[in-house]
């Protein structure tokens, strides 16, 4: 280490912020302008922008648990927009251009990293779908393409290419794909929004929400009754158990997603690869463990165990992708809570109770919307309801007039 930088490490005019830490635990009060539901990624980024571009700082975030502790802790961390649908392609490509500036914008580190992302076709079919997504992308500003086997094997010399008897025909590479920090995350937002005057409550569940007339007009919580003009229900997994307190029924159904991580070894793997014939993908951590994921539970459930079936089929398909992975060591295995609608895209907007906001339905794609959602949905509700053009396609409506964005096959491991 040179000597300068270990000299100004250690002297006593060292730049400390010395708010960086979050305020300390307070009561509640008996009145806010928004209360947010939900203290996970796109709840603390709905408070930043409203406190930050909207001048809307009278706001509660009610975590029952802890910051992030959430699925947003629970995801594997991938940042991308090579999605299949216009309107999917165009909300996520806004996404991935707020991560890029997210950690100037806080002046904190979410220790983001682009490094592509590969996904495989193994079929003529997967080739033609993969062709159809890369011109979606193009035409949206995305940069998405198709790629032939000799390029996949300069991307990642290391990839078997004839897993399971599954030849790599063609691969979709997505130079946009990319990683960062979830908890950084969450804490740069929280941090934010908490400086500008928001309140963040953990530990604070919400029993009840209180609706008259059709309005919402407040929210009961194991620490007291508190009224709001606005509730913004981001919940995640537990969307529909939430809205039931409200009075109405989410077209939703709840699965818990795995995903586990090995111990770390030198680097050799700098994309993301996933394969959605063999329901993995792997990407290795800044640390050095390597990451697998794959599709979710085959069954509804609220409950984020660990199971060994999924393990081992997991782990099998990993190793086609990387034979010599095998002789590594798993260190842990955990799983999130993902709220999934039939058409696999999310629901934002209006609920059929007035100034009553809905951010949820986002399966196994919640972390990589984060900062696209907590805009539009701070712009939602600093407007009074009125939908942001972006999100009018993922309103709740949709499933009444059968104005379904079907992304089912834009998984980077497939469902």
């Not at 929280?190 to 400086?195: L, V």
């Not at 979710?296 to 997991?314: A, C, G, I, Q, V």
Request: aromatic share 10%; with cysteine; charged share 15%.
């Amino acid at each position: 280490m040179p000597f300068s930088l270990l000299k100004y490490g250690l002297h006593n005019d060292y730049p400390f912020e010395k708010d960086a830490d979050l305020p300390p635990p307070k009561k509640l009060k008996p009145n806010y302008d928004v209360v947010i539901i939900g203290g996970g990624g796109h709840g603390v980024a709905t408070a930043y922008y409203l406190a930050k571009y909207h001048g809307i700082t009278n706001v509660a975030i009610l975590e029952k648990g802890y910051l992030g502790g959430g699925n947003t802790a629970r995801n594997t961390a991938v940042i991308r927009s090579n999605y299949l649908t216009p309107e999917g392609v165009k909300f996520y490509s806004q996404s991935v251009k707020l991560f890029e500036g997210l950690a100037n914008e806080f002046d904190f580190n979410i220790m983001y990293s682009k490094r592509g992302q590969l996904t495989l076709a193994h079929t003529d079919a997967a080739v033609r779908g993969f062709r159809q997504r890369a011109e979606i992308n193009k035409h949206f500003g995305g940069k998405t393409e198709l790629v032939d086997p000799q390029q996949i094997r300069e991307l990642v010399p290391s990839l078997n290419m004839n897993p399971a008897d599954l030849p790599v025909l063609a691969g979709l590479w997505h130079m946009d794909g990319a990683t960062a920090r979830h908890d950084a995350v969450a804490w740069g937002y929280a941090k934010g929004a908490t400086q500008r005057g928001v309140e963040l409550h953990q530990l604070t569940e919400v029993t009840d929400v209180l609706v008259e007339n059709n309005r919402v007009t407040g929210v009961k919580t194991n620490r007291g009754t508190v009224t709001c003009g606005a509730v913004v229900q981001a919940v995640a997994g537990h969307s529909s158990l939430l809205a039931a307190k409200a009075g109405f029924k989410m077209p939703l159904l709840s699965y818990p997603l795995q995903a586990m991580v090995t111990q770390p070894v030198k680097p050799f793997l700098d994309p993301l690869v996933s394969s959605p014939a063999l329901h993995c993908y792997v990407q290795q951590t800044g640390r050095g463990e390597l990451v697998f994921g794959g599709g979710s539970d085959p069954y509804p459930l609220y409950n984020t165990r660990s199971t060994l079936d999924l393990k081992e089929s997991l782990l099998a398909h990993a190793i086609e992708l990387f034979p010599f992975m095998a002789n590594l060591r798993l260190l842990r295995q955990w799983a999130g809570l993902t709220d999934m609608t039939s058409d696999y895209s999310p629901i934002m907007g209006l609920s059929p109770v007035d100034n009553y906001y809905l951010d949820a339905g986002w399966g196994t794609w919640g972390f990589k919307s984060t900062p696209i959602c907590g805009k539009t949905m701070a712009q939602l509700v600093a407007s009074g309801g009125q939908v942001p053009e972006l999100i009018q396609p993922f309103s709740m409506a949709r499933f009444q007039s059968f104005q379904q964005v079907n992304e089912m096959g834009a998984t980077a491991a497939s469902h």
